[in-house]
């Protein structure tokens, strides 16, 4: 099966202006999250959706991050303004549905954000 | 408050020995345990984990034991190869939520 889909792999953008980032899930998984990993750091979530439902977004920044998942497949994640400490890499994971909790995600490659 | 936590950012081991990476954790309420392996450049991918009910798993050359009095947790490689030169991620969940992650462990394992 093809695995989770992230796009662009690299942006570079000055403080202030907007980027958004795309992730496909894989083909039938029901819940998304995005993560952030800053250089040094393990992957903090930032939100977590199940369909097009969110579950839970208590770490995301919400004056300056939002994230959406129209119809329960992609989701898109948008940072407007950006600051400099949103340098990170954002990951994008799925889960299979239902069946007994096994904790396995599935990453994709994420995308580097470089504020200048 | 990091409550997953990895104190050690890098172990150097040979090839064949044997590399132990701990983890620490302070939520009382996690029942799930997770490693995760990361290569450069690539996302991090799933490698065993451990329901609070056991205290060992075991899969090929990976084991992990879980201390729930002492709250830790370490991962066994034996024998280790190059090949599993990467960052090691450990992670944790209570109840199926969403997992918080260690800072990781960086392992390079020297021919």
């Known amino acids: 099966e093809a695995g989770v889909a992230q796009s662009p792999r690299y942006k570079i953008i000055e403080k202030r202006q907007s980027v958004a980032f795309w992730c496909n899930p894989i083909?039938?998984?029901?819940?998304l999250y995005w993560y952030q990993q800053i250089l040094g750091q393990g992957p903090k979530l930032l939100i977590q959706f199940q369909n097009n439902g969110v579950v839970d977004d208590s770490q995301l920044p919400k004056d300056r991050f939002s994230a959406e998942r129209l119809k329960g497949v992609d989701s898109t994640l948008k940072i407007q303004p950006a600051k400099l400490e949103d340098s990170a890499v954002y990951l994008c994971?799925?889960?299979?549905?239902?069946?007994?909790?096994?904790?396995?995600?599935?990453f994709g490659e994420g995308s580097r954000l470089t504020v200048l | 408050d990091q409550q997953v936590k990895q104190n050690s950012p890098s172990l150097s081991v040979q090839e064949g020995r044997i590399s132990i990476l701990n983890c620490d954790y302070t939520?009382?309420?996690?029942?799930?345990f997770l490693w995760y392996k990361k290569y450069p450049a690539e996302g991090p991918t799933f490698l065993i984990s451990i329901s609070s009910i056991k205290d060992k798993n075991e899969d090929g050359r990976f084991t992990v034991f879980l201390n729930k009095s002492a709250k830790h947790l370490s991962l066994h490689i034996v024998p280790s190869q190059p090949g599993d030169s990467a960052v090691y991620f450990c992670?944790?969940?209570?109840?199926?939520?969403?997992?918080?992650f260690g800072k990781g462990t960086s392992l390079l394992v020297t021919p």
């Open positions: 994971a799925s889960k299979r549905r239902g069946g007994r909790f096994t904790g396995e995600l599935f």
């Open positions: 939520n009382s309420m996690f029942d799930y």
């Open positions: 992670a944790a969940s209570a109840s199926g939520y969403a997992l918080n």
């Open positions: 083909s039938g998984h029901a819940t």
